[in-house]
């Protein structure tokens, strides 16, 4: 069986189509998805635990010689190497869950966090950083895997309300991650008699990254409550989704065999490639804000920054959190089904340009007036701006699910696309924080160059989504 055998004969025609508009909601499987959105929440509360600490961590690590404008490139790599090492992993990861199951490599992806937060924080050399972050990267195939699971609990009718849930989740989870982060670290410098003893001077940041992976380990054990979407398994209930008849398979191998069987070359066309390369995109932008974001923030007044510490800056990121987690959870869903998942991803990538302009003006205004109610009013505008760009993140993975071919092949399709994501996930981080540093040691642009630069990708990605098809794909016939 090859790509253009299944087009063909997936081709809706404008009876099916007339059938999947007036069709009724399938009703969500509640109990399952709450599941996998608990598992889920392990990876933004381990990843965003680490952003509150981290330019403060690189400082202390004394790598940097004194120098407070060169703290970015270092925490640009920290940042970078988790996606790295994933990218050349996550999609090997993604095809094994095609023949084994996803529930296998969500274990092995858990286990992996968990392991490697835990021994983050009791690094005290760049080095052991670097190593415990590639770790983490190298074993993570979590990602990719769940998107596949939300594709095959959902169907076309509730595609947008399931995967509405995963910027939410990551909402949520950044929320807390930020929260436990920034409270955490150094407890011995604000609950000395709670933790006393050379071990928490010696890991100042151990306790936010024990704690972070005592939630990955709980989300390790949910995992075997989640019952195994992959069709071959025949672990979920044939009245969970909405799924026909299979279609007949044309060798000795079954429909799921086939379709895991079929080589990557196969999946690089047009239909599966422009939602892929809108996604990395999208990747490579939401990354660069989420890595200016604490650095801005660290970053002393006098170079343009807010001056916020640790705990200060895990507040601003929390809330946050909870706004784009309220946004989308009241929202999202009502956006996409009034404007379409096209419009409501191009609303939201048209966001990213106010946002690196509200940076600078930040800085302006710390020049002129100090850090001021009017720096918290400007700020507020710019977290609101980002809530409104978090809604191209739920869009765009529906494009990736809907653009694969049948449901057996979600494992590669959301692997290739977490790959490529992967990829603009790891330059992201250390471009943006490298440019960030070089312009406020240059004062290029009055050390505003890096907003400038990112503006550029800013304008290609509006381009880009143009390509993005008018409506979803109705994958709801596939084995």
């Given at each position: 069986m090859n790509i253009s055998e299944i087009q063909s004969s997936e081709t809706p025609n404008e009876t099916t189509t007339l059938l999947s508009q007036t069709r009724q909601k399938t009703p969500?499987?509640?109990?399952?998805?709450?599941?996998?959105?608990?598992?889920?929440?392990?990876?933004?509360i381990a990843s965003m635990s680490i952003y509150p600490y981290i330019n403060q961590l690189?400082?202390?690590?004394?790598?940097?010689?004194?120098?407070?404008?060169?703290?970015?490139?270092?925490?640009?790599?920290?940042?970078?190497?988790?996606?790295?090492?994933?990218?050349?992993?996550?999609?090997?990861?993604?095809?094994?869950?095609?023949?084994?199951?996803?529930?296998?490599?969500?274990l092995v992806g858990l286990f992996g966090v968990g392991v490697s937060i835990l021994c983050f924080g009791l690094s005290t050399s760049f080095w052991s950083l670097v190593v415990s972050r590639c770790i983490?990267?190298?074993?993570?195939?979590s990602s990719g895997v769940m998107r596949s699971m939300m594709g095959e609990l959902t169907d076309s009718t509730n595609m947008a309300q399931g995967f509405a849930l995963i910027p939410i989740t990551w909402c949520l989870g950044s929320f807390v991650g930020s929260i436990m982060g920034g409270s955490l670290a150094r407890p011995q410098d604000r609950w000395?008699?709670?933790?006393?003893?050379?071990?928490?001077?010696?890991?100042?940041?151990f306790l936010p990254c024990a704690t972070a992976a005592s939630v990955v380990f709980a989300s390790f054990m949910l995992v075997f409550l989640l019952k195994e979407t992959l069709a071959s398994k025949h672990d979920i209930p044939s009245d969970t989704v909405d799924h026909p008849a299979p279609e007949e398979p044309r060798s000795n191998e079954s429909p799921s065999e086939s379709m895991a069987n079929i080589p990557l070359r196969s999946l690089l066309i047009p239909s599966i490639m422009i939602p892929l390369a809108n996604q990395t995109?999208?990747?490579?932008?939401?990354?660069?804000?989420?890595?200016?974001?604490?650095?801005?923030?660290?970053?002393?007044?006098?170079?343009?920054?807010?001056?916020?510490?640790?705990?200060?800056?895990?507040?601003?990121?929390?809330?946050?959190g909870v706004m784009d987690g309220l946004f989308q959870t009241l929202f999202f869903a009502k956006i996409v089904d009034r404007l379409g998942p096209k419009r409501t991803f191009y609303i939201g990538v048209s966001c990213f340009i106010p946002i690196m302009i509200s940076f600078p003006v930040m800085s302006l205004i710390i020049f002129s007036r100090g850090v001021d109610y009017i720096v918290t009013i400007a700020l507020l505008c710019q977290l609101s701006l980002i809530v409104m760009w978090d809604m191209s993140l739920g869009s765009i993975f529906m494009f990736v699910t809907a653009s694969a071919p049948a449901k057996n092949v979600l494992g590669a399709v959301n692997g290739m696309g977490q790959t490529t994501v992967s990829i603009g996930h790891a330059v992201g981080p250390m471009f943006a924080a490298s440019i960030f540093a070089y312009?406020?040691?240059?004062?290029?642009?009055?050390?505003?160059?890096?907003?400038?630069?990112?503006?550029?990708?800013?304008?290609?990605?509006?381009?880009?989504?143009?390509?993005?098809?008018?409506?979803?794909?109705?994958?709801d016939e596939d084995a």
């Open positions: 969500l499987p509640k109990l399952q998805i709450g599941i996998l959105m608990l598992v889920q929440m392990a990876e933004p690189i400082r202390e690590l004394g790598i940097t010689g004194g120098n407070d404008a060169a703290v970015g490139y270092y925490a640009g790599i920290i940042e970078s190497l988790f996606f790295i090492t994933e990218s050349l992993t996550v999609l090997q990861w993604s095809r094994l869950s095609d023949r084994i199951g996803r529930k296998p490599v969500l983490c990267g190298m074993l993570n195939g000395p008699n709670l933790f006393p003893g050379r071990f928490w001077e010696k890991y100042p940041y995109l999208f990747a490579f932008l939401d990354i660069c804000i989420f890595a200016l974001m604490p650095l801005f923030y660290s970053t002393p007044n006098y170079l343009g920054g807010l001056g916020f510490a640790p705990p200060a800056i895990g507040l601003w990121m929390g809330l946050f312009s406020k040691e240059h004062n290029i642009l009055g050390g505003h160059a890096v907003f400038v630069v990112l503006c550029i990708p800013a304008i290609g990605m509006l381009w880009l989504a143009s390509y993005l098809p008018k409506e979803l794909q109705n994958r």
